[in-house]
C-alpha cells in the first residue's frame, strides 16, 4: 500500500482547511485509515482514526476536525477553526491485517 497525503499549506487562525490521502496498490486489504501529526520538538500524536463506522478523534481536535472516508482509496480530514497549536506535519496511515504503512506527511502552518 503507497498512501499520497495532500493539502496542507499556510492557513490563518479560523479559516479551514482539507487534507486529502490517497492510497494505491493492496487498498481491498486496508482495515482502517487515519491521520497522525508530529508539531516540532514534540512526539508524532494520533489526530483521528476510521474504522469501518467508528470514528475516533484526539481531545485536542474533537469537534473541529472531521475524518472521512470518502473511498475505499481515499482519506479526507476537514479542519476548521484551526490553531496555532495545531501546526504540525500531518501523516496518514493505513493498517491492514499484517502492517501499518505510512505517507509522506504534509505541513500544515496555521498563523496569522
Known amino acids: 500500500v503507497q498512501l499520497q497525503a495532500s493539502g496542507g499549506g499556510l492557513v490563518q487562525p479560523g479559516e479551514s482547511l482539507r487534507l486529502s490521502c490517497v492510497a494505491s496498490?493492496?487498498?481491498?486489504?486496508?482495515?482502517?485509515m487515519g491521520w497522525y501529526r508530529q508539531a516540532p520538538g514534540k512526539e508524532r500524536e494520533l489526530v483521528a482514526l476510521s474504522t469501518g463506522s467508528i470514528r475516533r478523534y484526539a481531545d485536542s481536535v474533537e469537534g473541529r476536525f472531521t475524518i472521512s472516508r470518502d473511498s475505499k482509496n481515499m482519506l479526507s480530514l476537514q479542519m476548521n477553526s484551526p490553531e496555532p497549536e495545531d501546526t504540525a506535519v500531518y501523516y496518514c496511515?493505513?493498517?491492514?491485517?499484517?502492517?501499518?504503512?505510512w505517507g509522506q506527511g504534509t505541513l500544515v502552518t496555521v498563523s496569522s
Open positions: 496511515y493505513a493498517v491492514d491485517s499484517s502492517q501499518t504503512y
Open positions: 496498490g493492496r487498498v481491498f486489504a486496508i482495515n482502517g
